[in-house]
Every structure is written in structure tokens, then in C-alpha cells.
């Protein structure tokens, strides 16, 4: 498959002709049958458009050598047709360009078109031009909605079968989805959303792609498509077709942060626990969801309230470094279950055999009577010892599955981690991209504060609707006569807005900034005294993501829809102006303008004489000229001393910033227990911090010279604390069982410098805080040293022959820890 699958003929050193073998792609319920050839998948989610093109050789093949078969994405509506009819495929967006390294790189692809992603992206995935079509109900059977979703369904499969994509062209597409999760919220739409499904399969089927399509979460999804489950277990999902494989589309790895929120890390042993399930079941494929998160460029976070990173605690971080020790003991773990692979895709009977305390073994045999074996211990505190006779004798710890080759040979247990954690800091580099010179500009508002806005309407309006989310911000302003000042020179100015941020002004003056805790509706209220005569209120909404879920979500409103909008004034004498004449203004002067890009602007001029920069003032642009930090290691922007606002550089956004929003400082631990079920407030981390602090700024984006950093200020912050730094390995450690492999490595070109703690014996501890255990062996650190000093990455099996240990000095299995620094 891959590149083999195509071959160029020459003809006089001239390429004449490209010709791709097309690959059959069938199914049963053992395995995915791919040009005859039965199969196991392990798959991994990456999206295109969170990372960079540059990003995308590097992120394939550290997937490949974590022992994927195939990668999957979602095709994201919004960014390739964000105007009606006009399509954009450039960039990050050339999903063309991103599966075609996939094939190179020898692995498949699975294509989720949908259209409807969620993916905590911005709307769920839906341009916001298909709200205001008249008569459009989205996700339902609904004409209108239909039409344009078999429109742009058909433009990108035409798209990809132009450039042989799909398997039955010789490309890398093994699977395609349509729709996405509509089980779980269908019962909302009774009985349009059966027909709409019903719609789907056939619109799908027609669309002629030779190769299978699925649904997830979809138990009645129509034949011959393929209902599949997401979740963090889906060991006891079963298809609703018995000749159907078992799809595992989302294993949900960590969870995503919202803003306020603490980070959700997921553990390795648990993730594993989930795989080995699921296989252990008789499961066929399993898809990370994600591999690598990535960064939420741009506005594109959705939520409302998803951070601009979307680490996801995957395999692979935000930044592309390998999430160790996560990617490599999920790497030990395909490679175990590939060694039965021929044994789980051609079995001619499967047996469990429940050997009391919630362990069960589970063995699988083909026509050749080889076995391949899965032993289960769903106690969530208990270790079991396990006599299998003849087969030998396991220790199974609580919450954990081992992998035994034939049944009677240990290759992998869940809660066994061998593999190296890698613990990865932050360095600031030389002075050039610190200490940073600030200009300034504050937002023009001469228009705004005088209530000139260019829609006028006698309501108060959604806000979504009016910015077609071109912004995220949309001005609110009307005007008010005052005859009595006696009732309104110390009144409250009360408004129910449906969120997110709410900055107020009257008569030019600043009266303050809330926000809604939840993202939700919430009401504002600030103190105001009005004068006699004409009174200008100006009210400005932002928006931090729109919502991307649930039944309908689409009609949730923003901004203040409806409101009311009052003014209470002495002996709460109300008066109410949701209905006066509002002018309505989309966007930013400073985003119009293009303050954030490069390009010189006639009639802007930023401040730069200034001898100290306006600091905590709303409002705020600020820019700033850096030269990027040395080297290959993946560059952040630390935030700290920021508000909330947006930033640039050198033109590109980089997302939204909010580091001022502290967290709980509750719920946190240095530990983390991997036993029993994992729920997103499971094993937390950074508490009493900013839910974001450090913001990634890919290479790709960066000149060799001087860059430029611009950023626009909402609530008001101090940018003099702002610095580039670089992610890199600091130490790396591991804690090796006896007959592992040891295998450590340092990112990015650095070598082992120092050994600063090696035993093999019974060490305590954990990576940071090793010691010494009752025993250990005399040579542990030479042994380490002999083989690992300044070297990238070095490995050997552990064993007590390696450390000079005599049989029968300890009959208990030995470890060895290690920590070392690159």
C-alpha cells in the first residue's frame, strides 16, 4: 500500500504516465480485509488545520513510529467554504497535500467529512453563512439544510477523487465517515432526525467512493453502513450488524480545557487498559482521538470557552514533542497485540473463562490451534496472582490487562510502564526575544462613543447573526434623554446578555467589563449617573467561541438578544430601552484597520515616545519586534501579566489569550491513581495557575530577521513580562521491570549529558524523586553510563546478568530507575 501502490513511468527521463493500483478494501467481523489481507488498525486523529504544513512530515512519521497504521481527520465545512460557494484548499487547509504525505509516509487515512465535526471547533464545524439561509434547519430533515450539505459532501469527495485519495483509486483512504455523533442527541429531533440519517446513508452511498463508510454513534445507522462508538471504553459495544467489524472512532485519550478549567490528563496504564479491552473483545480497529491536538490558530476554538490549545493530552503535544511516557507504552502496546495479529483476524473460537475476582481470560485460537491470550483484572484496587497451570503464573495488577503470546509468554501488561516519561520545560533563550519595546495604541472608538454604528434597528439583536462571526466583538450603542437627574445621577445600569463578555460606556466613560462564569447568559451591572439632556450608552459584546454541541446548538444565541437592557434609577424607578432605536456596529476600528499585519497603514501612527506604556488600560493595542529564539525547538509566547484579548505574529494569529483567569486551586495532585473508570476531573493538574499561559508560536510563522509581535488588549493587562521562549526536554526517566527494554531518548538533536540517578534493585520513587530501594546492584550507575553517556537515545534489555547480579540473590522480579538529563 502507501507509495507502492503508484508507480510513474519514465520515458526519456520525462515522467509520462502515474498509474495507481487500486486497493480493495472489505470487512468482516475478525478484522478489515485490505487487498486480502486481514487486518488490525490502529489509528490516530491529527487535524490538518491545527498544526502547520511545515508540521506535517514530523507529526505522520512520529504517528508511524508510534506504531499507527493509519491517521484520521476531520474535513473542516467552515474554513474551505467560509463564503457560499467560494472554496479554499490552500495552506493548512490543502487536505489534498496532507493526505498524500500520509500515503508517502506508507500509512492509510480516514476521512470524516460528516460535515458536522463538533471537535470543541467554532460552530461545530459550520459556516455561519448556512444560519441565515431562509427556512434552514441544520441537522434535521430539512430541505434546505440537505442541499447544501450534499453540495459541499460532493465537492470534497469530487476533490479527492481528482487526486486518487480514496483506496479504490490507489490512494491512502481506507474508511470515510458521514455525520458525526447524531445517536446521541437524534431522539431531540423524533422522527426527522431517523428520516434525515436514513437520508445521509443514501446521500453517502451514492456519492460511489469504493471503500466502506461508517457513523459513530449512530445504533441504527442503515446497512451497509457501519455504526462505530467513541468514548474512553468500548470494550462492551457491540455492532448492529453482526458481520461488522468493531469500531472504536474516538478512544478519547485526555479530554479538552476550557477556559477556568484545570488541565485533564488521562494516564498512560488507563489508556492502555482501554485498547487492551477492546481488543480483548474482539475489536478491530482503534482510532486515538487525538494523536496530536494541536493549537486552535485563529478564532476557531469553539465551546464556548475552549482554550486556544487543544493539547488534548495526546501522544503527541500541542508543540509535536512525544507526550512520553503516553506515546511510547501505547507503541509497546500495538506491537504487542500486531504479534497476534493473524491469531484475533483468523480465530475459529474465542473463550472466556471467568477465574473469580473480576479476572477473566480470554483466549482466542485459529484453524492452526494458535492461541493468543488477553488476562483482564477489572478490580479497581486488588492485584491478582494467576495460576494458568501449564501456562504459567501472571501477576496481574489492579485495573490492568497482560498480553500473553501464546498464551503462556507476558509481552505487555497495561500497568506495567517501561517506557521513558519525558519531562519537558520552558527556556528562554538570548536577550533578543526578551526585554521586549513596546508601541501602543489604544482602539479607536470616536465613532462607537458617539453612537454612530451602521445598523439601526428598534430591537435589540442577535449578535452572531449581524457579525456572521467576521469578529468577535459587536457594538451595542443607543441614546437616552435625561430631564431629572434627581432619579438618575446615581442609577444602575442592568443588562441580560446571553454572553459572553460585556464592556460598558456611557458617555464616553468606561464603566466596567463582566463575564459570564459558564459561558452562558449572565447579568451586568454597573453603577452609572446620567446627565440632564442626551445620554450615549455604548455597549460592547464579544463572543469567545461559539457553541459546537448538542441538540440545536445552533440556535443558541450570543450577545444581548432580547436583553432587557434597563436603567433603575432612585426607589428602583426602571426604565427600560430594549426597544429604543440601537445602532449596531460588527468588529473593531483595529480590526479594520488590519493593526495586527504587517503592511504600513495610512493614518496610523502607534505610539512609541511614550516613557512608560499604558498598562491594566482595556482597550489596548500593543507591538513589539523580536527575533526568534535559536534553533529547532518548538517556540511559545509567555503570556503572563495578560488580560484576555487576541495575538498576532507577523500577521498570523495565534488564537485568543485569557491567562488572567486563575483557576481553582483545589482539585489537583502530584499523583495520579490509574485505577478505575477516568472522568475529566480525574488526575488534574495546574491548579491556582492561568488555564493557559504559554501560547505556541510555530517556526513557520517566524522570519530569520526581525518578527512582529502585535496584540489587542480587552480587558487590560501589562505586556512588559511577555518573552519567547523554547520547549525542550529537561530530564527523562524510566522504570524499567526486568526482561524489558530500556529505552530512553532526548528530542531534538540533544545528547545524555549526565546520569543523575541510576538503581536496579527494588528502587522507590517516581521520576523526580528516585531513591534507592533495600537493594540494588553495586554497578547500576556505571552500567547506565557505559551505555548512554552522549548518545541521543540508547537501550538495552534489563536483566541481572546486565548488572552483574547472581541468580538466586532475589527470587522478586527487579526494576531499573533511571533519570538522566539532555
Known amino acids: 500500500m502507501g507509495s507502492l501502490s503508484c508507480y510513474s513511468i519514465l520515458l526519456m527521463g520525462i515522467i509520462m504516465l502515474h498509474s495507481c493500483f487500486a486497493i480493495e478494501v472489505t470487512y468482516d467481523s475478525k478484522a478489515l480485509i485490505i487487498n486480502g489481507e486481514r487486518r488490525l488498525i490502529f489509528s490516530g486523529a491529527i487535524h490538518y488545520p491545527r498544526s502547520t504544513v511545515e508540521m506535517w512530515p514530523d507529526l505522520i512519521q512520529k504517528a508511524k513510529d508510534g506504531g499507527l497504521d493509519a491517521i484520521e481527520t476531520y474535513i473542516f465545512w467552515d474554513r474551505h467554504e467560509p463564503v457560499q460557494r467560494e472554496y479554499n484548499f490552500s495552506g493548512n487547509l490543502d487536505f489534498v497535500k496532507f493526505f498524500k504525505l500520509i500515503q508517502e509516509a506508507g500509512l492509510y487515512a480516514i476521512m470524516r467529512i460528516v460535515p458536522y465535526a463538533c471537535a470543541e471547533w467554532n460552530y461545530g464545524g459550520f459556516p455561519l453563512w448556512l444560519h441565515n439561509i431562509p427556512g434552514i434547519e441544520l441537522r434535521t430533515d430539512n430541505q434546505v439544510y440537505k442541499n447544501e450539505m450534499q453540495i459541499f459532501t460532493t465537492k470534497i469527495v469530487n476533490v479527492a477523487k481528482e487526486a486518487n485519495l480514496f483506496a479504490s483509486q490507489g490512494g491512502p483512504i481506507l474508511l470515510a465517515q458521514i455525520e458525526n455523533e447524531y445517536g446521541d442527541i437524534m431522539w431531540n429531533y423524533k422522527d426527522a432526525g431517523k428520516a434525515y440519517v436514513k437520508w445521509c446513508a443514501q446521500m453517502a452511498l451514492a456519492q460511489n467512493i469504493g471503500v466502506p463508510w461508517i457513523m459513530c454513534q449512530q445504533p441504527d445507522a442503515p446497512q451497509p453502513i457501519i455504526n462505530t462508538c467513541n468514548g474512553y471504553y468500548c470494550h462492551n459495544f457491540k455492532p448492529n450488524n453482526s458481520k461488522s467489524p468493531k469500531m472504536f472512532t474516538e478512544n478519547w485519550i485526555g479530554w479538552f480545557q476550557k477556559w477556568g478549567e484545570r488541565v485533564p490528563h488521562r494516564s498512560a496504564e488507563d489508556s492502555a487498559f482501554s485498547v487492551a479491552r477492546f481488543f480483548q473483545t474482539g475489536g478491530v480497529l482503534n482510532n486515538y482521538y487525538m494523536y496530536h491536538g494541536g493549537t486552535n490558530f485563529g478564532r476557531t476554538a469553539g465551546g464556548p470557552y475552549i482554550t486556544t490549545s487543544y493539547d488534548y493530552d495526546a501522544p503527541i503535544d500541542e508543540y509535536g514533542n512525544l507526550n512520553q511516557p503516553k506515546w511510547g507504552h501505547l507503541k509497546q502496546l500495538h506491537a504487542a497485540i500486531k504479534l497476534g495479529e493473524n491469531v484475533l483476524t483468523n480465530y475459529i473460537s474465542i473463550n472466556d473463562t471467568d477465574l473469580g475476582n473480576r479476572v477473566t481470560l480470554t483466549t482466542y485460537t485459529n484453524s492452526t490451534g494458535a492461541r493468543f491470550c488477553f488476562l483482564s483484572n477489572n478490580d479497581t484496587n486488588k492485584d491478582a496472582n494467576v495460576d494458568l497451570q501449564n501456562d504459567g503464573k501472571f501477576f496481574v495488577p489492579a485495573w490492568s490487562v497482560t498480553i500473553l503470546n501464546g498464551c503462556n509468554k507476558e509481552i505487555f501488561n497495561t500497568a506495567k510502564v517501561n517506557s521513558q516519561t519525558s519531562i519537558m520545560v520552558k527556556r528562554s533563550g538570548d536577550n533578543s526575544s526578551n526585554g521586549l519595546t513596546w508601541e501602543w495604541k489604544m482602539e479607536p472608538k470616536k465613532d462607537t462613543m458617539h453612537g454612530k454604528g451602521?445598523?439601526?434597528?428598534?430591537?435589540?439583536?442577535?449578535?452572531?447573526?449581524?457579525?456572521?462571526?467576521?469578529?468577535?466583538?459587536?457594538?451595542?450603542?443607543?441614546?437616552?434623554?435625561?430631564?431629572?437627574?434627581?432619579?438618575?445621577?446615581?442609577?444602575?445600569?442592568?443588562?441580560?446578555?446571553?454572553?459572553?463578555?460585556?464592556?460598558?460606556?456611557?458617555?464616553?466613560?468606561?464603566?466596567?467589563?463582566?463575564?459570564?462564569?459558564?459561558?452562558?447568559?449572565?447579568?451586568?451591572?454597573?453603577?452609572?449617573?446620567?446627565?440632564?439632556?442626551?445620554?450615549?450608552?455604548?455597549?460592547?459584546?464579544?463572543?469567545?467561541?461559539?457553541?459546537?454541541?448538542?441538540?440545536?446548538?445552533?440556535?443558541?444565541?450570543?450577545?444581548?438578544?432580547?436583553?432587557?437592557?434597563?436603567?433603575?434609577?432612585?426607589?428602583?424607578?426602571?426604565?427600560?430601552?430594549?426597544?429604543?432605536?440601537?445602532?449596531?456596529?460588527?468588529?473593531?476600528?483595529?480590526?479594520?484597520?488590519?493593526?495586527?499585519?504587517?503592511?504600513?497603514?495610512?493614518?496610523?501612527?502607534?505610539?512609541?515616545?511614550?516613557?512608560?506604556?499604558?498598562?491594566?488600560?482595556?482597550?489596548?493595542?500593543?507591538?513589539?519586534?523580536?527575533?526568534?529564539?535559536?534553533?529547532?525547538?518548538?517556540?511559545?509566547?509567555?503570556?503572563?501579566?495578560?488580560?484576555?484579548?487576541?495575538?498576532?505574529?507577523?500577521?498570523?494569529?495565534?488564537?485568543?489569550?485569557?491567562?488572567?483567569?486563575?483557576?481553582?486551586?483545589?482539585?489537583?495532585?502530584?499523583?495520579?491513581?490509574?485505577?478505575?473508570?477516568?472522568?475529566?476531573?480525574?488526575?488534574?493538574?495546574?491548579?491556582?495557575?492561568?488555564?493557559?499561559?504559554?501560547?505556541?508560536?510555530?517556526?513557520?510563522?517566524?522570519?530569520?530577521?526581525?518578527?512582529?509581535?502585535?496584540?489587542?488588549?480587552?480587558?487590560?493587562?501589562?505586556?512588559?513580562?511577555?518573552?519567547?521562549?523554547?520547549?525542550?526536554?529537561?530530564?527523562?526517566?524510566?522504570?524499567?521491570?526486568?526482561?524489558?527494554?530500556?529505552?530512553?531518548?532526548?528530542?531534538?538533536?540533544?545528547?545524555?549529558?549526565?546520569?543523575?540517578?541510576?538503581?536496579?534493585?527494588?528502587?522507590?520513587?517516581?521520576?523526580g524523586s528516585f531513591k534507592k530501594g533495600s537493594w540494588e546492584a553495586t554497578n547500576s550507575q556505571s552500567v547506565v553510563e557505559a551505555s548512554c553517556i552522549g548518545k541521543s537515545n540508547c537501550g538495552f534489555i534489563v536483566t541481572k546478568e546486565m548488572f552483574s547480579v547472581p541468580l538466586g540473590v532475589t527470587n522478586n522480579t527487579s526494576r531499573l530507575a533511571v533519570q538522566v538529563t539532555c
Open 454 to 767: 451602521n445598523i439601526k434597528a428598534h430591537q435589540l439583536l442577535e449578535q452572531k447573526e449581524l457579525t456572521l462571526d467576521a469578529s468577535d466583538y459587536l457594538w451595542y450603542m443607543t441614546s437616552v434623554d435625561i430631564s431629572d437627574t434627581s432619579i438618575w445621577s446615581n442609577a444602575t445600569l442592568r443588562v441580560n446578555t446571553m454572553g459572553h463578555t460585556l464592556h460598558g460606556y456611557v458617555n464616553r466613560k468606561y464603566i466596567g467589563y463582566q463575564f459570564s462564569q459558564w459561558g452562558n447568559n449572565f447579568t451586568y451591572e454597573k453603577k452609572v449617573s446620567l446627565k440632564n439632556g442626551t445620554n450615549i450608552i455604548t455597549l460592547l459584546s464579544a463572543t469567545v467561541g461559539l457553541a459546537n454541541y448538542g441538540a440545536w446548538f445552533d440556535e443558541i444565541k450570543t450577545g444581548i438578544s432580547g436583553g432587557p437592557v434597563q436603567l433603575i434609577g432612585k426607589n428602583n424607578v426602571t426604565m427600560d430601552l430594549s426597544t429604543n432605536l440601537w445602532s449596531y456596529k460588527v468588529g473593531l476600528n483595529g480590526e479594520r484597520k488590519r493593526l495586527y499585519d504587517l503592511q504600513p497603514h495610512v493614518g496610523v501612527l502607534w505610539n512609541t515616545n511614550s516613557p512608560h506604556i499604558p498598562i491594566r488600560k482595556p482597550m489596548t493595542w500593543y507591538k513589539a519586534e523580536f527575533k526568534a529564539p535559536f534553533g529547532t525547538n518548538p517556540i511559545v509566547v509567555d503570556f503572563q501579566g495578560l488580560g484576555k484579548g487576541h495575538a498576532w505574529v507577523n500577521g498570523h494569529s495565534i488564537g485568543r489569550y485569557w491567562p488572567s483567569w486563575v483557576t481553582a486551586t483545589n482539585g489537583c495532585s502530584d499523583t495520579c491513581d490509574y485505577r478505575g473508570e477516568y472522568k475529566k476531573e480525574k488526575c488534574n493538574t495546574n491548579c491556582g495557575s492561568p488555564s493557559q499561559r504559554w501560547y505556541h508560536v510555530p517556526r513557520s510563522f517566524l522570519n530569520d530577521d526581525m518578527n512582529t509581535l502585535v496584540l489587542f488588549e480587552e480587558i487590560g493587562g501589562n505586556p512588559q513580562s511577555v518573552q519567547f521562549q523554547t520547549v525542550t526536554t529537561g530530564i527523562i526517566c524510566a522504570n524499567v521491570h526486568e526482561g524489558a527494554q530500556l529505552e530512553l531518548s532526548c528530542q531534538s538533536g540533544q545528547v545524555i549529558s549526565q546520569i543523575q540517578f541510576a538503581s536496579f534493585g527494588n528502587p522507590q520513587g517516581q521520576c
